[in-house]
């Protein structure tokens, strides 16, 4: 099993990014994929998750719509489109995919639910 993220970068506050991660090795509608971030020292945290087939989406409260989730399971692909970016955004972005199937209870806000993690990619906006 493999996730891989890409698409960060350096930008300025105000500009967007869109994150991708390719899956490979599950079968991709099997799984909620989440997108979580994590800066140095601190725990990795909640931004978004999106069910199998699009069709249910999960912010965290403190993003006020600024970020959007989506995914395309013809290409085994999830994506996080960030817009509006600030530097508190600043951060290594982790795509994560868990199978609720496979447990009891799933909450997808929590890194301990998922099963599997990618690498990671760097976002860091500078002021």
């Known amino acids: 099993v493999q996730l891989q993220a890409s698409g960060g970068g350096l930008v300025q506050t105000g500009d967007s990014l869109r994150l991708s991660c390719v899956a490979s090795?599950?079968?991709?509608?099997?799984?909620?994929m989440g997108w979580f971030r994590q800066v140095p020292g601190q725990k990795r945290e909640f931004r978004a998750a999106i069910n199998w087939n699009g069709g249910s989406k999960y912010y965290s409260d403190s993003l006020k719509g600024r970020f959007t989730i989506s995914r395309d399971n013809a290409k085994n692909m999830a994506y996080l489109q960030m817009n509006d970016l600030k530097p508190e955004d600043t951060a290594v972005y982790y795509c994560?995919?868990?199978?609720?199937?496979?447990?009891?209870?799933?909450?997808?806000?929590?890194?301990?639910?998922?099963?599997?993690w990618g690498q990671g990619t760097q976002v860091t906006v500078s002021s």
């Open positions: 090795g599950i079968t991709f509608t099997n799984y909620v």
């Open positions: 994560g995919a868990v199978n609720p199937r496979l447990h009891e209870y799933t909450d997808y806000t929590l890194t301990d639910d998922y099963d599997y």
